[in-house]
């Protein structure tokens, strides 16, 4: 297959896929070259639907990294799309553009992008070769298909069967710069999600070389049963050096000597082969009758792997802080101090305390800096997702329930995650999502300091400090009816309003603290000032979850002690450029704002560009080179501004 037509010529980041790859997939596809349909037919709304409830894990599992990264490439002419294990798409979101030319090319829920059906393309060769991978322009199989850049990565169960793929899709004539690295790290968040929920009846061993990460998607989590390794994900691989059939069914003393003295805490850890670890051991919790669980039987069959079937989660685990160790966390804005020691002071006299902010802006760190600074430390901090669960399961998780309280009932019933908070604080994440009958409910138990579980004859007294927080308008909720208004006056006790991550003062040097946590152990690569300068200036409507996507993107892909120029910056950054700090802080007013800018805002941005551009190839007779460092860009980045519709004309090399 020496003679295929591979590109000659491939953007920095797809060359981390090998030609030999494609090559192979290429071998592959030839064979089906006759039976590959120009347009395929995409599954009825019954089937698709049928296969959406068969993969409702995933789905769940998937949506919150589905919702940063299509905040990320939405100006980018991309698309975030999962697919399931066959390599049909389940889901598409993104740029609005994009996905009317993208539906032309049948890259839309319902098609399948198995390489039999679409040819060599980031899903289906993904599938084939179980490793993430690029595929950029003329690298498809299908001529109709060029049009595309495809970053994709597999998902995988417990046991190391693929599951799914999450992809960035989008305009081959762009750079997607770190757009594989970001489906990567966003594939492993799922896959670490789906783990936690399939395995609530094991013990989770959590462990990494630093402290600091073993609450990312870097960590290495092992899921125990009986003293053997039942299901790992990549990075406990990668941590121990081994693989999946090494790893599975063997007693995790062949790895971990020590590990049975672990305590909830980090602490320190030997390896068998002595490397120094920090590692926890989180003890099962287990859930009502009916969530389904990983097993050893299930995960053996051969077949073509599925995910649970139509089953609700598994129980969020309560997350037992280790005693004031606030260097495990990260720092909280300076500005905030003022405001922190005010809702410390709340929490301590028993009121309780509601967090506001964009999406990303740190509500959960805040809360656990809270509860490491509160006199409820010692407790437990018993964190749970209001969205994440279903109406049908938050009641009981919620408030437990008693032996045979319904049919299905576990023998010995279950706590409840407000039982659980006893002596600790419980945090509501994402209030605004919780169903108006349980409203009612949990104000009562705020109101008399009692819990009474499902089919119990008597309320159960309960202490504990509450921190509730939401992205939504409470009261705008509140106005339309959507949430009780009794119960949001006794939710802000004391409310604090979270800025986002453009607001900081100290924004350049939180930057590069943050580069420097991202590339540990490493030694960080340094930015030169344009681009210490850009970040700064960029309005970040993810706020410092898309500065962490960002940044890792970067340490990733740059050696230590290598430098980071702007044009090394993602594109959507590189544009925002020639805005100043206060226009950018305008169009990112409001979350809403911040997430979906205008098409108003947009055309001022793109004008505010061509003059900046004009202005300086004028000033510099037309010269690309010489305009391109005035403007504290790279040459490239420049050639693209110059190539959209609008721009100033032919000009000198």
């Known amino acids: 297959m020496d003679g295929l037509p591979l590109p000659g010529t491939r953007h920095a980041l797809a060359a981390a896929t090998p030609p030999a790859l494609i090559r192979r997939s290429w071998a592959r596809c030839a064979q089906w070259a006759d039976d590959l349909p120009d347009d395929p037919v995409a ?60 539906d032309r090319v049948a890259l839309r829920p319902g098609v399948s992008w198995a390489e039999n059906h679409r040819g060599t393309n980031a899903i289906g060769t993904a599938l084939a070769e179980a490793a993430p991978l690029c595929v950029h322009g003329a690298e498809h199989f299908l001529p109709r298909n060029q049009i595309l850049s495809c970053h994709a990565a597999p998902i995988r169960s417990p046991r190391g069967d693929i599951l799914g793929v999450l992809d960035i899709s989008g305009d081959a004539q762009r750079l997607h710069a770190y757009a594989l690295g970001l489906a990567t790290l966003c594939a492993r968040q799922v896959a670490n999600r789906l783990m936690l929920h399939a395995g609530p009846r094991c013990q989770q061993l959590v462990f990494h070389h630093q402290a600091g990460m073993l609450e990312t998607a870097d960590r290495g989590l092992l899921l125990i049963e009986d003293g053997r390794v039942v299901g790992a994900n990549d990075a406990a691989l990668a941590l121990l050096r081994t693989d999946w059939r090494r790893l599975l069914d063997q007693p995790v003393e062949r790895w971990l000597p020590a590990w049975r003295t672990l305590p909830a805490s980090p602490a320190p850890l030997r390896g068998h082969d002595g490397q120094a670890l920090f590692a926890l051991l989180r003890q099962p919790a287990e859930p009502p009758a009916g969530t389904p669980v990983w097993t050893r039987a299930q995960a053996d069959t051969p077949a073509s792997p599925k995910p649970p079937g139509p089953a609700t989660p598994a129980p969020a685990q309560p997350t037992r802080a280790p005693a004031v160790r606030t260097d495990l966390l990260p720092p909280l804005d300076p500005a905030l101090e003022t405001r922190f020691t005010r809702s410390r002071r709340a929490l301590d006299a028993g009121l309780a305390v509601l967090l506001q902010g964009e999406t990303g802006a740190g509500k959960e760190v805040y809360a656990r800096h809270l509860h490491q600074a509160s006199r409820w430390h010692a407790g437990p901090l018993v964190a749970v997702n209001c969205g994440a669960l279903p109406d049908t399961l938050i009641e009981a998780e919620l408030f437990g329930y008693e032996a045979g309280a319904y049919t299905g009932a576990r023998r010995q019933g279950a706590r409840g995650r407000l039982r659980e908070a006893d002596g600790g604080i419980l945090f509501l994440d994402e209030i605004g999502d919780m169903p108006l009958t349980l409203q009612t409910r949990l104000l009562r138990v705020l109101q008399e300091r009692t819990v009474q579980p499902l089919g119990a004859g008597r309320a159960v007294p309960v202490e504990f400090g509450l921190v ?45 603290t943050a580069l420097r946590a991202c590339a540990a152990p490493a030694a960080p690569p340094t930015l030169d000032d344009g681009a210490l300068a850009l970040l700064a200036r960029y309005p970040w409507p993810g706020n410092y979850r898309q500065l962490q996507a960002v940044l890792r993107g970067l340490a990733l892909f740059h050696p230590p002690g290598s430098l980071i120029r702007v044009g090394d910056l993602p594109e959507e950054i590189q544009a925002c450029r020639p805005a100043t700090a206060h226009q950018a802080q305008d169009a990112s007013s409001s979350s809403q704002a911040a997430q979906a800018p205008d098409i108003a805002a947009h055309a001022t941005l793109r004008s505010q560009q061509s003059q900046q551009i004009s202005e300086a190839l004028a000033r510099h007779g037309g010269n690309i080179s010489r305009a391109a460092r005035d403007l504290g860009i790279h040459r490239s980045t420049l050639h693209r501004h110059l190539a959209r519709p609008g721009m ?4 000198h090399r």
Request: proline share 5%; net charge neutral; with cysteine.
């Open 648 to 651: 100033p004309g032919p000009i």
């Open 43 to 102: 599954l009825g709304r019954g089937d698709l639907d049928a296969r959406h409830e068969q993969h409702a894990s995933m789905l769940r599992a998937a949506q919150p990294e589905i919702d940063t990264l299509a905040s990320l490439v939405a100006s980018a002419s991309s698309l975030v799309l999962l697919a399931d294990a066959s390599g049909v798409i389940l889901q598409a979101t993104g740029n609005t553009d994009f996905l009317r030319r993208a």
């Open 468 to 512: 509730s927080a939401s992205n939504r308008d409470l009261a705008a909720m509140v106005e339309t009816g959507a949430f009780r208004a009794d119960l949001y006056y006794r939710l802000q006790d004391c409310r604090v309003d979270l800025p986002p991550l453009r607001s900081r003062a100290d924004l350049r040097a939180h930057v590069c």
